[in-house]
């Protein structure tokens, strides 16, 4: 009987090219009929914090031909993770979602003349002004824009609530020559998630809103104030609002508090 050395070794075949670009092609595929976002993986949909997003960013950085079948293997895992996890079907769009933006009035005017210590310090006073008050209503601060931030919230009461808290706590932040007033936009629809934005024409209409609201008042389209609970509030009609990228059917209303 014959008996192989102790130390010899076994020699795996490896798949020829032809059919790593087959199992490649099929894993591609497969992708295309699993739940979830079948681009999961691009920096647009990695781009947030959650733990299933960090962990595609470094799955994605593998380039090379036989490794690209595992991070395609890797990231179908993920998106169907993402889709199980994904409460409410954020990322279908097919949920309704407030979205709020707000900014500084005349802020890039004045930070001109005081110059970038003094602006770097009101921006982070405001931050600690303005975001608790959103986390505090259940909502979440999607990102900051410079002077501004862009906020989603589950119904427009809770947005609401977060805009006139802002407004309060943001009368004790004080900046030499300035006094730092913000206006805001808020919007009711069903925006896309993707990673850890929020894209989509209501999106442009909560933004577009927030533009062309004035210091220290609150914009909401018809959507969002058929949700609120308008006792307590000044609402009146913007009769002739023209704000670019909106819906000339959309009518927007001022609100603010008695």
């Known amino acids: 009987m014959h008996l192989d050395a102790p130390n010899a070794k076994m020699s795996v075949p490896m798949p020829s090219e032809e059919n790593r670009r087959r199992m490649l092609t099929a894993v591609r595929t497969l992708r ?15 781009g947030g914090s959650d733990q299933s997003q960090a962990i595609a960013r470094r799955i994605a950085e593998v380039s090379t031909e036989e490794p690209s079948i595992l991070r395609e293997a890797g990231l179908s895992a993920l998106q169907v993770w993402q889709a199980i996890t994904d409460v409410g079907g954020r990322q279908r769009g097919d949920v309704d979602q407030t979205i709020a933006f707000t900014d500084l009035v005349d802020f890039s005017r004045w930070a001109m003349g005081a110059g970038d210590e003094p602006a770097l310090q009101l921006l982070r006073d405001v931050g600690e002004a303005i975001e608790p008050p959103v986390t ?61 934005d929020y894209l989509g024409i209501d999106v442009n209409i909560a933004a577009r809103i927030a533009e062309s609201a004035k210091a220290d008042e609150l914009l909401v389209s018809e959507s969002a104030l058929a949700r609120l609970d308008t006792e307590g509030l000044r609402v009146r009609r913007k009769r002739f609002f023209r704000g670019k990228g909106v819906p000339q059917e959309v009518a927007i209303y001022s609100v603010r508090q008695r």
């Open 32 to 46: 295309q009929v699993l739940p979830g976002d079948s681009r999961f993986g691009d920096p647009l949909s990695t």
């Open 136 to 196: 505090a209503a259940g909502g979440e601060v999607v990102k900051r824009l410079g002077d501004g931030m862009m906020a989603a919230f589950r119904a427009p009461g809770d947005g609401l609530e977060a805009i006139f808290e802002a407004n309060r706590r943001l009368a004790w932040v004080e900046a030499p020559g300035y006094r730092p007033r913000i206006r805001a936009g808020m919007h009711l629809g069903r925006p896309r998630r993707i990673g850890g």
